[in-house]
């Protein structure tokens, strides 16, 4: 072994990771070989330097009490899939089947109706913290009403060309836009306002079946077009949400398709 | 067990390692809000997933997903500074360590060296130095294998001693 090969074991050696055998071998070079003995001292000389209470970065004193607060917000029981278990009385055949068909029915139903449930806790979610955010620091990664300035920026940072349209003279302002996660994938948003409201219009890839719902306040539209799914949220009244739902589907032209 | 339960445990448990979530997010993003949204956001997934968390090092696992939420981040942001293991780095013969010593006394000048380091080398250096993680900890929490974990910081620690003692603008001027 040449001392160039020795310099991982330099480090662990300095941060105490060595078997027994392994330092007792290692010391013993160290004592005979100035190069490795000056590596040595360096290693522990950065490790000194990293280990500056300076350098620690501690948690700004409110995000725990956000963190609470959005945990709060977030937390669901668990789905009770147990409840779903079928009694295996002896009922004859015919009950029998009626029985699995039933099972099958409410196991695909659920199954269907819990993934809508996670994406739309995710979407809640996503939309509370953004509006949560300090400043609004996490509503917007780019903020600007004009569309030819937020289009470009998506395309720079997704893989796929959502669609942006100015709405203000429907009364609905494009405010800006951010890149947002749900479910760990990148997914546009796109923040509209309507008088005092905030509206985030999500966009990503894939299909999704059409639907209105409302979760801790906020109302909830989602549909799909082209191959691509949208979902929007505010705490706007349903009607006005409806009409600003109509009017993004009108103006989502057969352009909005991945690239 | 219920809603209120499990999120009084959750702060007992998890919460109480919030700095060690901030200071990791808060190195690889090297931002303030982008910091304090992924800990927020890897919280609310940690809460979720607790009923999964069978006990352990809660630290190492708030961790595991504070690193994980970082990396989808940073990556569809392009911003992650991939390091290659393959590469042969330039010899480090001839550090000097008194001059380590001395450029260290200035946290700014130790915190721009660390910031310059590929992703996936910070990664590891914070982990150890910072919160002291052991390499099996890292290795863990990394998803790497040791040997990786033993490589990576011995190449991060011989970049930052690079980085350290590199003559200052001051000094390259004639």
Known sequence: MNCHDRRELIHAYADDELDVASARVLDAHLHDCPSCRAAFAAARAVKAAIANPALYHRAPADLRRRIIKSAHHAHVAAPAAERWRIPWIPLGLAASILIIGLAAYSFFGRSQRSQFALDEQEIVDSHIRSLQSPEESHLYDVKSTDQHTVKPWFDQHVDFSPLVKQLSADGYPLLGGRLDYIHNHPVAALVYGRAKHKINLFIWPGESAHGTSADRGFNIIHWSRDGMTYWVVSDLNTSDLQKFTDLIQASASPKTVPH | ?174
């Open chain 2, 1 to 174: 067990m219920g809603k209120s339960d499990t999120t009084a445990r959750f702060e007992q448990v998890v919460l109480v390692h919030l700095d060690a979530a901030y200071n990791l997010a808060r190195w690889l993003t090297k931002n303030e809000p982008d910091a304090q949204d992924i800990v927020q956001d890897a919280c609310v997934r940690a809460l979720r997933s607790f009923d999964q968390f069978r006990g352990g090092d809660a630290r190492a696992w708030l961790l595991t997903i504070v690193r994980n939420v970082s990396y989808t981040f940073l990556s569809a942001r392009k911003a992650v500074v991939e390091y290659d293991d393959d590469l042969h780095e330039p010899a480090a013969d001839d550090l000097d360590p008194q001059l380590i010593i001395q450029r260290s006394t200035d946290a700014d000048h130790v915190r721009h060296a660390i910031e310059q380091l590929p992703t996936e080398l910070r990664t590891v250096i914070v982990l150890r130095e910072l919160e002291e993680l052991s390499y099996k900890e890292i290795a863990g929490a990394t998803g790497m294998p040791i040997g990786t974990v033993m490589s990576r910081l011995s190449r991060g620690r011989e970049r930052l001693a690079m980085l350290l003692t590199e003559p200052t603008e001051v000094e390259k001027t004639p």
